[in-house]
């Protein structure tokens, strides 16, 4: 044997499994096909955001929690209804107890910090136990994704029992009673940056056996057609043009390589993409997009300006929102607000987006609390090609049909929509699901200071029939694309993290963890995910495979 393990995969779950089996004095050979700057893998990118359930940061916001309801959230959103859906409803118990206990006091003590301020995300809106976090857990990791994936990387690097072997891509799995043999091809050296497409010249052949494997491999967000094979009966055709949430070696092959060897792939068809993306202003890998985190108080317009059905409001609700846009037939829809609105409620994912939370830069934070956009948004609005803004309604929205190529806006019924919001809005109550929503967030302290604008007209109460901008600045349109991103399915897995075969009996020295196993049994998140899971389905994974497998060897 080469080693006691051969990992594939160097991302937050590959990481976190191997740094634990290293710790436990098991050897390792750690494979991916990247270049080692990408390092960390799609983790790296992340906005560092953890779903964790009653913890000091939710208590000292008054926020009340538990494992309990954080569950029934769960459950609620996740909608398990397969035969399948056994072993990942099981992760999704053992996940929710993981985030309610250990999780924090783990990351804590592997040096990880948190915003204080907690994120409402996935808001849901629907009646309980319907889709949606009751209360806010979205814990923003101190320093981003690359906070989160320093500390296993550096015990993966520093490790005498880990050998690192980038640019190894894996092209076959054998299985037999004495272990795997784990093949592929060698890839010539890339200088590369990190996320940028590398070269795919094969210059060597190599092939490692071990005791076991693990599966860390991610999944297929970055391989457009895989996309659109497993597109989801019920939310239309398949977007034609789409933009990517990941780098393109999140192509999906591996998955298909575990399968050949005799692992099952199951619930294909559920997926997590996001329908508020825009183009990157400067990409750095093919299609890149860049998902906006909104409040809630953008009026959300469909590609022929119809405002989407109560509850599909900025941040409630991600897929049901995707399903409706792509159900209609257009790949893209609409936000229309004011600046004073985009100023307050517009964040960015990722951590190249967020320089202040990822440089751990206080002076550069404080300029949340002030007046204007974040300096990212700010770059987008000057740079980017989805962003408009004009000084009456009519001139928006014919920029808006220019941008889209088809006249589908009505100037005179998009004034409409927004003379409704505003009388909603000057009524100091209303009935307006939206205007309500929005009020009862500016309840949550972490919404009033830095995510949801005092309410207010977008248009000039003086000039009713004029169409002209209120006191809150320009009006402005935003045109939100797909943006995909994450495998909800994946290999099935039991709760040690063995890969499952057609027989449901476990593939012989075959572990998967990460997004290649749903983040659990092979979809953890059901059909909806609740944000903040993604990370932390890596993390327990990574975990309860490396020491479960340590365990046995």
């Not at 494979?31 to 913890?55: C, K, T």
């Not at 814990?139 to 296993?152: C, D, N, Q, R, S």
Request: glycine share 14%.
């Amino acid at each position: 044997m080469d080693s006691d393990v051969i990992v594939i995969g160097a991302g937050l779950s590959g990481l976190v499994a191997t740094a634990e089996l290293a710790d436990a004095e098991k050897s390792v050979i750690l494979l991916d096909g990247e270049p080692q700057q990408s390092f960390g893998g799609q983790a790296h990118w992340s906005f560092g955001g953890l779903f964790l359930v009653d913890s000091p940061e939710q208590r000292r916001l008054r926020i009340r929690d538990s494992t309990e309801l954080a569950l029934a959230d769960w459950l609620g959103s996740a909608a398990f209804d397969r035969p399948e859906d056994y072993w990942p409803r099981r992760w999704a118990e053992g996940f929710v107890e993981f985030a309610g206990g250990e999780l924090r006091p783990w990351l804590r003590g592997l040096g990880v910090r948190f915003f204080p301020l907690v994120q409402w995300a996935e808001r849901g809106g629907y009646s309980a136990p319907g889709h949606g976090n009751s209360v806010p857990r979205f814990h923003v990791t101190w320093g981003t994704g690359p906070g989160l994936v320093e500390p296993f990387a550096q015990r993966v690097l520093n490790s005498r029992r880990v050998r690192l072997r980038c640019r190894h891509k894996v092209t076959q799995l054998e299985i037999s009673s004495a272990g795997v043999l784990v093949s592929g091809d060698v890839l010539e050296p890339s200088e590369v940056p990190r996320g940028v497409r590398s070269s795919e010249v094969k210059v060597g052949e190599f092939s490692y056996t071990a005791s076991a494997v693990v599966v860390a491999s991610g999944g297929i967000g970055g391989n457009h057609d895989l996309v659109r094979a497993h597109w989801p009966v019920g939310w239309g055709d398949p977007p034609e043009q789409m933009l990517s949430g990941v780098p393109d070696f999140v192509d999906g092959s591996m998955l298909s390589i575990a399968s050949v060897a005799g692992g099952r792939l199951i619930n294909s068809d559920r997926m997590w993409h996001y329908p508020e993306g825009i183009v990157n202003h400067d990409p750095v890998w093919t299609r890149h997009g860049i998902r906006i985190l909104p409040g809630p108080s953008s009026l959300w317009l469909d590609a022929r300006g119809e405002r989407l059905p109560a509850p599909l409001f900025p941040g409630f609700d991600a897929l049901g929102a995707l399903r409706h846009i792509t159900s209609g037939g257009h790949a893209y829809s609409w936000y229309v607000l004011d600046q004073t609105t985009l100023n307050a409620e517009f964040a960015l994912s990722g951590s190249e987006q967020n320089a202040d939370l990822t440089g751990k830069d206080l002076r550069l934070l404080a300029g949340r609390v002030r007046p204007g956009p974040t300096p990212e948004v700010a770059a987008f609005q000057d740079r980017g090609v989805d962003f408009l803004s004009a000084d009456t309604v009519a001139e928006l929205a014919a920029k808006m049909n220019q941008l889209a190529g088809a006249h589908l806006i009505d100037a005179d019924a998009l004034q409409a929509t927004i003379r409704a919001h505003d009388l909603q809005i000057r009524s100091g109550l209303g009935k307006d699901p939206q205007v309500v929503a929005t009020s009862a967030a500016r309840k949550f302290l972490g919404d009033r200071l830095i995510r949801v604008a005092a309410p207010h007209e977008f248009l000039d109460p003086r000039d009713p029939s004029g169409g002209r901008v209120g006191s809150g600045g320009p009006l402005v349109a935003v045109r939100l694309h797909v943006l995909t991103r994450k495998t909800l399915g994946g290999l099935e897995t039991d709760l040690d993290g063995r890969m499952l075969g057609s027989d449901g009996q476990p593939v012989h020295g075959v572990y998967a963890v990460g997004e290649a196993a749903g983040f659990g049994g092979g979809g953890v998140h059901g059909y909806r995910a609740l944000e903040g899971t993604f990370l932390g389905g890596c993390l327990f994974t990574g975990r309860t495979a490396g020491r479960s497998l340590a365990a046995t060897l």
